[in-house]
């Protein structure tokens, strides 16, 4: 299968009741965006996507990101794309990963790209038969947050976000102002003793959020996002995404 918008798609392959499907979009410019989307085995019809942006080092492939996808899907039924970030995964290119990475996220140009390629992914997953995003939420950890802010701020498809062990930095001071377009409810889950982002830099994006919003830390430093943590994640995203109608601008669902 191939589109304007899918590049190429790989074919199914299942295990444990989850099926799994490489895809390449066409990204930001034209670019080839590499990916993975899984949903429920032999699943039809549209379900509520979760947009799952992986760490520092990490990439769709990453098992513990692979992990998360496939609790989502068996836990909810829902469908969860993971594309690589910018210079991880199929993404990476010559030199110190790290340092490269480094340099990217210190351009303003790399969140707008970002942005786009979400939207691309998007795109892709509403032509999939077994996805057609009923809903959309974004669930981003660390690199992922701080990519997520701007993806999540530029598409109104995310219903919601769970932003993860992630903040605004000191000198990142453009990114909480993108973070105050987000007007949609946000969970943010932090470490308290997180070696990365501290506390203050946890605030500076809570406090930019124009959205509903509610923070939580829990001890520990950045790596060590609990089960129990996870699982305040996934009921908040079920309570938004499950569609119940409200009045007036109360959230959906209770959180």
């Known amino acids: 299968m191939t589109t304007t918008t899918i590049l190429e ?13 490489h895809l390449w979009v ?115 950890f660390s690199m992922g947050t701080m990519l997520g802010i701007a993806t999540v701020a530029a598409e109104p498809r995310f219903r919601c976000a769970v932003l993860a062990i992630g903040g605004v930095l000191d000198g990142a001071s453009a990114l909480g102002e993108v973070a105050k377009g987000i007007d949609r409810p946000v969970l943010m889950i932090n470490q308290a003793e997180d070696e990365i982002f501290s506390r203050t830099s946890a605030f500076r994006l809570y406090d930019a959020l124009s959205g509903p919003k509610r923070v939580f830390f829990y001890p520990g430093g950045h790596t060590g996002v609990p089960r129990e943590a996870m699982e305040r994640a996934r009921e908040f995203l079920h309570a938004q995404l499950a569609g119940d109608e409200v009045a007036g601008d109360t959230p959906r669902g209770t959180w």
């Open 26 to 140: 066409a990204g930001h410019e034209g670019r080839r965006v590499p990916g993975v989307v899984l949903t429920p085995e032999a699943a039809t019809g549209p379900r509520p996507l979760i947009a799952l942006g992986h760490g520092a080092g990490g990439s769709k492939d990453d098992e513990q990101m692979r992990q998360i996808a496939r609790w989502f899907v068996r836990r909810e039924s829902w469908g969860v794309a993971i594309i690589d970030g910018p210079v991880h995964g199929e993404r990476a290119g010559d030199g110190d990963a790290g340092t490269v990475a480094r340099q990217e996220l210190g351009r303003r140009e790399t969140y707008d790209a970002m942005a786009i390629d979400w939207q691309r992914t998007l795109d892709a997953c509403a032509e999939l038969p077994d996805v057609g995003i009923e809903a959309a939420a974004y669930l981003g």
């Open 9 to 21: 798609l790989g074919a199914p392959e299942t295990a444990k009741g989850v099926t799994t499907r």
